[in-house]
């Protein structure tokens, strides 16, 4: 126990390095924090293993409070039955063809999730100048399990040879919205590299080995394009208002040619009514008069009665 308090005290000694220093040049030695982290998780998982664990059972590896916001789980698979049928560790689908090397007989996998804090060793010690990290890093390391509850920790390797090994950001990534950039799949070699590479479809990103990854984004994308882009949403927004303008106006000159129509039709018609209902003239006096024609009822007895 003590050697692991002394690994994580080596831990918070270099991040603090780290975090005070402004020259990159000693990135190479950095590097080393994140395998010294690794050696931690690996360490806490393979102690923390009981024969109560059932092998291909996924378990949560109980971590100390000054690795806060790192959650890391284990499970335990037979080399041959891995091999054959595959398995599902979290955001890790690892599908058939997995080949372990060395492996005498059973791997321990150990998952991991840096979250946003201890992503920042990775981030701010590989080379990755350029890109901005929009995810936790995700870890996948294999054991021989033949080191359960001892201090010798022996990584092994694993390879994808028939399918690849999908890595799943959907529920871990804080994907930034802007309509110019697009993520990017980032692969953490142990020798300090960095590969950036393409995702197969959304938040999600394939390798062929064991290793830690994220989603980046290229930070270039948020700066240069936007510019051009509002420029062309301005052209062609005036372009939509001046021909939705042109129609408005359009549809009004119709709606006055309509109503002028229809109002020269009801002076017509009021014209043609008036004509046709010409009064009589009659003569008044020395004088012709129009004289409208009698339309008073002519007085009717309703019963032939006369008075005696």
Known sequence: MGSLISLIFTINIAIFVIGSST????????????????????????????KLHKTGSLYKVHLPANLSGVRADMVRFRCGSLRRYGAKIKEFHLGTGITVQPCME??????????????????????????????????????DSRY??????????????????????????????????????????????????????????????HGHFGLVIDTSMLTSKPGKVSEWKIIIGSSVGGAIGVFLLGLLFVALIVKAKKRSQMAEMERKAYEEEALQISMVGHVRMPVAPATRTQPYLEHEYSPP
């Not at 197969?200 to 390798?207: A, E, F, H, K, P």
């Open 148 to 209: 359960l509850n001892s201090t010798n920790l022996s990584e092994v390797r694993i390879f994808a040879e028939k399918e690849p090994i999908t890595i799943d950001f959907s529920s871990v990534t804080r994907i930034i919205k802007t309509p110019n950039t697009r993520p990017l799949c980032a692969s953490f070699g142990s020798d300090g590299k960095v590969s950036i590479y393409d995702e197969v479809s959304s938040n999600i990103c394939l390798t062929a080995r």
């Open 23 to 50: 020259n990159f040049a000693i990135a190479h030695e950095e590097t080393k924090v994140a395998h010294v982290l690794d050696r931690v998780l690996g360490d806490y998982a393979l102690r923390s293993y009981t």
């Open 106 to 143: 059973r791997v321990v996998l150990v998952r991991q999730n840096l979250g946003l804090n201890w992503s920042q060793i990775y981030y701010g010690n590989y080379n990755i100048s350029g890109y901005q990290l929009i995810s936790p890093i995700l870890g996948l390391l294999a054991y």
